[in-house]
């Protein structure tokens, strides 16, 4: 259960920063927000900074992939329905609503434009691309079997490429 409720009744510390986002950015803008905020929750000795996860759905679950390949203050992950691979996700479909594209170029993403406009953004923000070199010791993958939105092969690729990398990566449909 990702309720901070939870979580804090059951001794975890919580903590959901606010994100700047920047157009065809989403990622980078990721880890520039959180990564500040979890430095300034260890400088004020309130966590173990040995032990910091990160969890997210959806696009929360896409940070989680970015945080896991891209920080090193995250010793595990959990990303649910997330988006791993920019490049493929983009021309994907909503089954129960639209094309990808629609919600890609001016919505949570705000890549502006389509992978082949500007590739190096669209590598520069995919987790697949660095999951060889993931940083956190451990990702659990959630996928959804019937999921409209967010296609289970963007779990199942990405935990394939951990796997194949050497890396500890769980994955559960």
């Not at 659990?140 to 999921?147: A, F, M, S, T």
């Not at 289970?152 to 690729?157: D, H, L, V």
């Amino acid at each position: 259960n990702y309720s901070a409720n939870v979580l804090t009744k059951n001794g975890h510390f919580g903590r959901m920063p606010d994100i700047v986002f920047r157009p065809r950015e989403p990622g980078v803008a990721v880890l520039h927000s959180v990564e500040p905020a979890v430095r300034a929750v260890i400088a004020r000795g309130l966590v173990d900074a040995d032990n910091i996860g990160h969890c997210g759905h959806s696009q929360g679950g896409y940070e989680a992939f970015y945080l896991a390949t891209h920080s090193k203050l995250f010793k595990t992950a959990v990303a649910g329905a997330g988006i791993s691979d920019m490049i493929s996700f983009a021309g994907q479909m909503h089954w129960n609503s639209i094309p990808e594209f629609a919600h890609w170029e001016t919505g949570q993403f705000r890549m502006e434009v389509p992978p082949w406009e500007d590739m190096a953004a669209m590598l520069r923000n995919s987790p697949l691309s660095r999951a060889h070199d993931m940083q956190a010791k451990s990702i659990l993958i959630e996928v959804g079997g019937d999921d409209g939105t967010v296609d289970k092969g963007q779990g199942a690729q990405f935990w394939n490429y951990a796997r194949r990398a050497g890396k500890d990566a769980v994955m559960l449909l």
